[in-house]
């Protein structure tokens, strides 16, 4: 099975940068990926990582360390449009997905 | 591309009775869909992946003769839920993956209310 480790909430100030640290432990490990969740909507995909290293995309950046069962990912510039749930999901073998709890982001003015 | 759709977005049933959640992919063909729940401020939970033309594979703690899931074809798969209760009142999402993508793309979600 899997333990995935996120923080519960976190908050910041539009323009700010925010970092979302996720651990895990798992058998099979396949990928990382990162979601955004609105209230009451399905995930939308941010990210994937299945090497280590940093993956960039616009704002937003996940980094990956497979030895350390450990990722991030890294809001920038913030704005009010992300605060949202962000998930990190584990992926086990060919497609199995497994969740952590989510990070509820809270961006300021 | 890659869009998935449900129907309904929502429903409100009676104890007892039983609902039928639709998830299709409207622009590329699914080899495998998955069925998710997620109750209120929680994670997605994977209740069962299922594979065209064959047999669910529920996961552990899942009842697969309540939660009864078909996927007759690659752009279709749809979930029962037999005699609701209240405790099913959840939020259902489905995901789909392709042939080669490593991506699942997620439906809107469903939620049922059982009353």
């Known amino acids: 099975g899997q333990n995935i480790d996120q923080p519960t909430e976190m908050t910041a100030t539009e323009g700010a940068i925010v970092q979302i640290n996720c651990t895990y432990q798992t058998s099979g490990f396949n990928g990382l990926f990162w979601y955004q969740q609105h209230a009451g909507e399905a995930p939308t995909f941010l990210s994937y990582n299945v090497l280590d290293g940093l993956e960039e995309k616009g704002r937003f950046s996940s980094f990956l360390s497979r030895s350390k069962g450990y990722s991030y990912l890294l809001l920038k510039e913030l704005q009010m449009k992300d605060s949202a749930s962000y998930l990190c999901a584990v992926r086990e073998g060919d497609y199995k997905l497994s969740f952590g709890a989510g990070t509820t982001v809270t961006v300021r003015a | 591309g890659a869009v998935v759709s449900q129907h309904p977005s929502w429903v409100i049933c009676k104890s007892g009775t039983s609902v039928k959640i639709e998830c299709r992919s409207l622009d590329f063909q699914a080899t495998t869909m998955f069925w998710y729940r997620q109750f209120p401020k929680q994670s997605l939970m994977l209740m069962a992946t299922?594979?065209?033309?064959?047999?669910?594979?529920?996961e552990q703690g899942v009842e697969k003769d309540k939660f009864l899931i078909n996927h007759a074809s690659l752009t279709l798969s749809t979930l029962t839920v037999t005699s609701a209760h209240p405790e099913d009142s959840s939020f259902y999402i489905c995901?789909?993956?392709?042939?080669?993508?490593?991506?699942?793309?997620f439906g809107p979600g469903t939620r049922l209310t059982v009353t």
């Open positions: 299922s594979n065209e033309g064959s047999k669910a594979t529920y």
């Open positions: 995901s789909a993956r392709g042939w080669t993508d490593y991506e699942q793309y």
